[in-house]
């Protein structure tokens, strides 16, 4: 089955600064990678994904890189705010599987 | 329009004891998960239910974890003998597989704590 590995488990940035976490996926087959955010005491929210057949996606502040070659992907987020300290999962799967497969997540915590 | 619904929020419960905890998904969504997330944790899949098809059941860590499903609405998950390890919220989501997306929308979750 997939397995996703997520790095670095908690990060620390300057608000203002930029911030990135990554993933790797095993399966090949993988074509779907969302990112979720979660806020403390919160539900999982999706923030941004991409699919296999494009390199990068962007949606103001928050962009995901993805290369497939290697198998890993990318979260960026620029201009870091306060509200975007969270816990961040990515996870991968593929159109036909719709079980999502889960990163271990990373604590992002944004310091004024 | 009404998002996903879990009850109760918070459930305590005696070592032993059984409990159900409910999910109502998003109307229309024909996929539903569950997920366990424990203190600090990730999201671990425990099951997921798509239309009429047989659910998969790959991530219940034992026999005392069931669930089932009515049609494309409630769902319940069920802890037999619960155990201190059991301790976790419970996390139910929802999905419309349009072939786009698969974004799914999670409810509030379900507290549950094993005295």
């Known amino acids: 089955g997939e397995n996703v590995e997520q790095h670095p488990s908690t990060l620390s940035v300057q608000e203002g600064d930029s911030a990135v976490i990554k993933c790797t996926y095993s399966?090949?087959?993988?074509?779907?990678f969302p990112w979720y955010k979660q806020e403390l005491g919160k539900r999982p929210q999706l923030i941004i994904d991409i699919r296999s057949n494009v390199g990068e996606k962007k949606d103001q502040r928050i962009a995901v890189t993805l290369n497939k070659t290697a198998k890993h992907f990318s979260l960026h987020i620029t201009e870091t705010q306060p509200e975007d300290s969270a816990v961040y999962f990515c996870a991968a799967s593929y159109f036909g599987n719709e079980k999502l497969t889960f990163g271990t997540g990373t604590r992002l915590t944004i310091i004024p | 329009g009404a998002g996903v619904s879990q009850s109760p929020s918070n459930k305590v419960t005696e070592k032993g004891k059984d409990v159900e905890l409910r999910c109502d998904p998003i109307?229309?969504?024909?996929?539903l998960y569950w997920y366990r997330q424990r203190l600090g944790q990730g999201l671990e899949f425990l099951i997921y239910f798509q239309g009429n098809s047989a659910p998969d059941k790959s991530g219940l860590p034992s026999d005392r974890f069931s669930a089932e499903r009515t049609g494309e609405s409630v769902s319940t998950l069920t802890i037999q003998r619960t155990q201190q390890e059991d301790s976790a919220v419970y996390l139910c989501?929802?999905?419309?597989?349009?072939?786009?997306?698969?974004?799914?929308?999670f409810g509030p979750g379900t507290r549950l704590t094993v005295t």
């Open positions: 399966d090949s087959a993988s074509n779907y």
């Open positions: 109307s229309g969504h024909t996929a």
């Open positions: 989501a929802s999905s419309l597989l349009t072939g786009l997306t698969y974004e799914q929308y």
